[in-house]
């Protein structure tokens, strides 16, 4: 596995927190998703005065890298946290986003989840989703 610098992913999570688009909640997220490529794709929260179809910060990063043909990754950062507020907890990826990561990170994508550069919480998506339910199970 390629060497994860963790700052950088966090700083860049922080970046893409910038563009989220949150009237609703006002609550902003951003994360940055490491595929093995060794490139980075970043996402923020979108949402949508219809409520449901809006998109998670960690699934605008998926979809993003997926449609430009990655399948593999290694690592995702996530930061969150009120508008104008700093974050006082770390934000976990929602289960909707756990399912969908696991279709392509599997157990061992490790996710980042953090308050600042320094202050941190990681976990392997094993851990956050166990006995996730994923390509294998439909495997013959
Ligand atoms: N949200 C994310 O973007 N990622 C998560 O893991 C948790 C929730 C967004 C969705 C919605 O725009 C706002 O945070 C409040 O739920």
Request: a negative charge; hydrophobic letters at 40%; aromatic letters at 10%.
């Amino acid at each position: 596995m390629q060497k994860i610098d963790r700052e950088e992913l966090i700083r860049l999570a922080f970046e893409a927190r910038e563009k989220a688009y949150t009237p609703y909640s006002h609550f902003k997220v951003g994360a940055a998703l490491l595929a093995k490529s060794g490139k980075i794709y970043t996402g923020c929260n979108i949402e949508n005065a219809g409520y449901t179809p809006t998109n998670c910060a960690e699934r605008t990063a998926l979809f993003k890298a997926v449609s430009e043909g990655e399948r593999q990754f290694d690592a995702i950062a996530i930061v969150g946290s009120m508008e104008g507020k700093t974050n006082e907890i770390v934000t976990g990826p929602c289960g909707v986003c756990r399912q969908a990561l696991y279709e392509f990170g599997g157990d061992d994508l490790l996710v980042i989840m953090a308050k600042s550069k320094e202050d941190y919480i990681e976990r392997t998506l094993g851990e956050l989703l166990p006995f996730g339910f994923g390509p294998a199970n439909l495997a013959e």
